[in-house]
């Protein structure tokens, strides 16, 4: 877990992590599960679908591997969107709750990119001078969405690239595809942290309501099609 690598304990860390461990009512962690499994299931296939990509490159199938980047592309995108969406749902929701949970800056020694290190030292910098837990809150769910996005775009154009032939350094191409992929990895498991918390502080007649508004379908937005498969990169 994401709180097994914090240092030093304090009484913030310890409300934060005793919120993780603590077990959900019934109604509560049914939704925690629905939601969760959603995303797992996504991640899973995106994560297999990209394993499959590399595994074609080593081989020296680098049509293929190109053409499984493509799909592992729109699997990665499909997960940003729901965690996306997540997000959304829980900023929302979260102007209706007075007594938020307490949240913890995001560590910039759980990501590799330049992306999720940058996100996770400016959550720090303003979570040390924002003043009260709701703030707090709001803004680290703003920069996890934020940062899922970049994530998600910039997956999307190193895929694009790889495809078109159009990597001068193809061997950085795919090493970034990689470091995306665990970036990624990271938002999500701080999302199901976030989630599980959220729902502690959430009064039991507005389950119902959040659990409709996790379940909205998140518009995806225009992309441009991957160009046709070559041999060139890879």
């Given at each position: 877990?994401?709180?097994?690598?914090?240092?030093?304990?304090?009484?913030?860390?310890?409300?934060?992590?005793?919120?993780?461990?603590?077990?959900?009512?019934?109604?509560?962690?049914?939704?925690?599960?629905?939601?969760?499994?959603?995303?797992?299931?996504?991640?899973?296939?995106?994560?297999?679908?990209?394993?499959?990509?590399?595994?074609?490159?080593?081989?020296?199938?680098?049509?293929?591997?190109?053409?499984?980047?493509?799909?592992?592309?729109?699997?990665?995108?499909?997960?940003?969107?729901?965690?996306?969406?997540?997000?959304?749902?829980?900023?929302?929701?979260?102007?209706?709750?007075?007594?938020?949970?307490?949240?913890?800056?995001?560590?910039?020694?759980?990501?590799?990119?330049?992306?999720?290190?940058?996100?996770?030292?400016?959550?720090?910098?303003?979570?040390?001078?924002?003043?009260?837990?709701?703030?707090?809150?709001?803004?680290?769910?703003?920069?996890?969405?934020?940062?899922?996005?970049?994530?998600?775009?910039?997956?999307?154009?190193?895929?694009?690239?790889?495809?078109?032939?159009?990597?001068?350094?193809?061997?950085?191409?795919?090493?970034?595809?990689?470091?995306?992929?665990?970036?990624?990895?990271?938002?999500?498991?701080?999302?199901?942290?976030?989630?599980?918390?959220?729902?502690?502080?959430?009064?039991?007649?507005?389950?119902?309501?959040?659990?409709?508004?996790?379940?909205?379908?998140?518009?995806?937005?225009?992309?441009?099609?991957?160009?046709?498969?070559t041999r060139v990169s890879a």
């Amino acid at each position: 877990m994401l709180f097994k690598r914090r240092r030093a304990p304090s009484s913030a860390r310890r409300r934060a992590y005793d919120d993780w461990i603590a077990a959900l009512p019934r109604e509560k962690n049914q939704v925690f599960e629905k939601t969760v499994r959603g995303w797992e299931c996504s991640y899973a296939m995106m994560s297999v679908s990209l394993d499959d990509a590399l595994s074609q490159r080593a081989r020296g199938e680098l049509v293929c591997a190109q053409q499984q980047v493509a799909v592992t592309s729109e699997l990665l995108l499909r997960l940003a969107r729901m965690l996306v969406g997540g997000c959304a749902a829980l900023s929302e929701r979260g102007k209706r709750v007075v007594n938020l949970p307490i949240v913890r800056p995001l560590d910039t020694a759980f990501f590799r990119g330049d992306t999720g290190q940058s996100a996770a030292s400016w959550n720090n910098l303003l979570h040390n001078v924002l003043l009260g837990d709701r703030s707090r809150f709001f803004h680290k769910i703003r920069i996890l969405s934020n940062t899922v996005e970049q994530l998600g775009s910039e997956f999307a154009q190193a895929a694009y690239d790889i495809a078109g032939g159009l990597c001068v350094q193809p061997a950085a191409c795919w090493e970034q595809l990689d470091y995306l992929h665990y970036d990624l990895n990271t938002c999500l498991r701080e999302s199901e942290v976030i989630l599980k918390s959220f729902l502690h502080a959430l009064p039991a007649d507005q389950l119902s309501v959040f659990d409709a508004e996790l379940s909205r379908p998140t518009v995806a937005p225009k992309s441009r099609p991957l160009p046709r498969a070559t041999r060139v990169s890879a």
